[in-house]
């Protein structure tokens, strides 16, 4: 693989785990509504979705006013902000920091693309935004994952090429936008998640290197 210009990270899931807690947050909505919701619901049909979209996949064909729709996804947000108050340095990637100083000193921009609108508050909390030099989060663009604006958007604000731009992104939707988008795609998770989608899959980027990416 040539260096590419740009790599774009998504952030929950791939930097950070903060995909644990988007679940803990929709499972204490569902339940407050009395509906089921699990774990493996949550990883094959929520994951790089956006809050309207999850919503509406736990509510399933029960119908709410529009009212109601904003004040549920209100408040999943809430309690999202309660569970990320407690997040540290030390919840991003083991080596996270040492693999994003490696790009960096490549000269390779760094870019986090992330349907979240909390995105901004958890890069802080990480402690990272010294590293990136663009954020586009669920601010910026109104159509979601799988459309690729989110990832030409944020490779537009370091002029990068989107055939010179790399994206890691957890989930098969993520992916597939990246690939629209003709963009390269890195998928971090289980192969089987990404359906042959990704031209490279790592279960993680833990302890990864720039060498590793490019390999």
Do not use: C
Not at 90 to 97: E, F, K, N
Not at 154 to 182: F, H, N, R, W, Y
Request: glycine share 8%.
């Amino acid at each position: 693989m040539q260096k590419p210009k740009a790599f774009i990270f998504d952030l929950d899931g791939v930097l950070t785990d903060t995909s644990e807690y988007h679940y803990q947050a929709w499972k204490h909505l569902a339940n407050d509504l009395g509906l089921p919701f699990t774990h493996e619901e949550n990883d094959r049909y929520l994951r790089g979705v956006s809050r309207r979209e999850s919503l509406m996949y736990i509510i399933r064909n029960r119908h709410y006013s529009e009212p109601q729709i904003q004040e549920m996804m209100d408040r999943k947000n809430r309690y999202y902000n309660e569970l990320i108050k407690n997040m540290t340095p030390a919840d991003l990637v083991p080596g996270g920091r040492q693999l994003l100083q490696q790009i960096r000193d490549a000269g390779i921009k760094i870019a986090i693309a992330s349907g979240s609108k909390n995105a901004r508050t958890v890069l802080d909390r990480l402690d990272i935004m010294s590293y990136i030099d663009a954020v586009a989060d669920g601010y910026d663009v109104s159509r979601s994952k799988p459309e690729p604006d989110i990832f030409i958007f944020a490779a537009g604000m370091v002029d990068s090429p989107t055939s010179q731009s790399i994206v890691l992104e957890d989930a098969e939707a993520g992916v597939e936008a990246a690939k629209t988008g003709g963009m390269g795609a890195i998928g971090i998770g289980p192969a089987e998640r990404f359906q042959g989608k990704a031209d490279k899959v790592l279960p993680t980027l833990a302890d990864k290197t720039l060498q590793d990416l490019l390999n």
